[in-house]
């Protein structure tokens, strides 16, 4: 692993230094900060993100034991430990998702493989890809994907799904979270709650095809989220090349850090994961239309654009970018402060479920408390850079394409 790692993270101490959307040098920067409160501020988000990805690696870990145990009987209590699984597993990860769109570890593409992001939590994507659809009729077509049509892929790998994930169209989704999510839980079928797949699709004896290749699909699944887990956790351990050339730039560092949560905020938490269900209402658009535990994610996801911008994680608080801005433009840290926790509390004031708030009339209750969110991650996101820009860094927040 660790050959395989220094393989595909070579070339990243360039990536850190040189694809950073805007970067500065010591004599740009804002000096009301010290240089070393900057270091301090870089080295205290590092070693946040080495410590998440390690608990979502932990995480991820438990629940390949919870999976082994249903497949090995599986019985509708084991399928449930299952599910129950699977949203904890998915805890630590989305408290890392502003840590993106600056080409890290998580983000950068290689020669030998895409984006670790697009391997673990690629979205939505289209059920008949993988495994068997029941239509508007009930009627189930049992000769579709990837678990039913071996032409597709004869013998069910990791590598292999990872090699069909998004091959198709961006929906042609094979492998990752939902991927498992889809696995675990089936279509959602009816207007809202979770979908009820069965745990007789993974028995031998039962009546559904394939039980034997859904189960190795399955098991090859959270392998891959794994080893995709696992090389960009190693690629933000403490000696780690990029993690060393991370740190060694503070002012590249902490313009990379500021556009990922801008960028985050605005486009990928904002435009895309809200309010492109919003736009359409259509459940499948939301991020976990199968177990109907898109709110929590999402608030998982806001409260770690929070954390990140105060320096915390877990029991540890250091050197934050709050603490930072705070020495330069002290009311503009407050500023930016509110309008982050305001963000927070108005994805928690969206009703459940949320793909019920996504339908009806604009008025109705949860698309106003929808639009309230996606307006608050805006104005949020566009305030990331005119609080980097009290640091002395310009970024770029691009608005978002509009939805469809």
């Not at 999976?67 to 890392?96: C, I, Q």
């Not at 189930?140 to 013998?155: A, H, M, S, Y």
Request: charged residues 25%.
């Amino acid at each position: 692993m660790a050959e395989m790692n220094q393989k595909l993270f070579s070339g990243l101490a360039v990536a850190a230094s040189l694809l950073g959307l805007a970067g500065c040098s010591d004599s740009d920067a804002n000096t009301g900060s010290s240089a070393a409160d900057r270091t301090s501020a870089v080295k205290n988000y590092a070693e946040n993100l080495a410590s998440a990805y390690a608990d979502s690696v932990a995480d991820e870990t438990d629940h390949q034991t919870v999976v082994g145990k249903f497949l090995a009987d599986p019985t509708e209590k084991n399928l449930a430990a299952a599910r129950t699984s699977w949203l904890d597993a998915r805890a630590h990860y989305m408290l890392t998702e502003g840590a993106r769109f600056y080409d890290g570890p998580i983000d950068v593409d290689t020669a030998e493989r895409p984006s670790r992001e697009g391997l673990i939590n690629s979205w939505p994507l289209d059920e008949n890809y993988i495994d068997y659809t029941t239509d508007a009729k009930g009627v189930v077509d049992e000769t579709v994907g990837i678990v039913n049509d071996p032409t597709l892929l004869k013998d069910i790998t990791a590598s292999g799904l990872d090699d069909l994930n998004a091959v198709q169209s961006d929906t042609s989704i094979s492998s990752g979270y939902h991927a498992v999510e889809f696995l675990l839980w089936g279509q959602a079928l009816k207007p809202t709650g979770p979908g009820e797949r069965p745990a007789s699709d993974y028995d031998l004896t039962g009546t559904r095809a394939n039980p034997d290749r859904r189960a190795q699909y399955l098991t090859v699944a959270v392998d891959g989220i794994i080893t995709h887990l696992t090389e960009v956790r190693d690629a933000w351990a403490k000696d780690a090349e990029y993690r060393v050339s991370f740190e060694g730039d503070a002012n590249t560092a902490l313009s990379n850090v500021f556009t990922g949560l801008a960028k985050f905020s605005k486009g990928e938490l904002g435009s895309q994961r809200i309010g492109a269900a919003y736009m359409s209402k259509e459940r499948h658009d939301q991020h976990d239309c199968f177990s109907s535990d898109t709110l929590v994610d999402y608030e998982r996801d806001a409260r770690g654009i929070q954390n990140m911008y105060l320096g915390k994680y877990g029991d540890n608080d250091g050197m934050g970018l709050n603490d930072l801005v705070a020495a330069v433009d002290p009311a503009e840290d407050t500023k930016l402060q509110g309008m982050i926790q305001d963000s927070i509390d108005a994805i928690v004031a969206i009703p459940r479920p949320f793909e019920a708030s996504i339908a009806g009339a604009d008025d109705s209750p949860g698309r106003v408390a929808i639009a309230k969110a996606l307006d608050a991650l805006s104005r949020q996101g566009d305030e990331f850079a005119v609080a980097a820009a009290a640091l002395g860094y310009k970024i770029t927040v691009d608005d978002p394409p509009a939805a469809q």
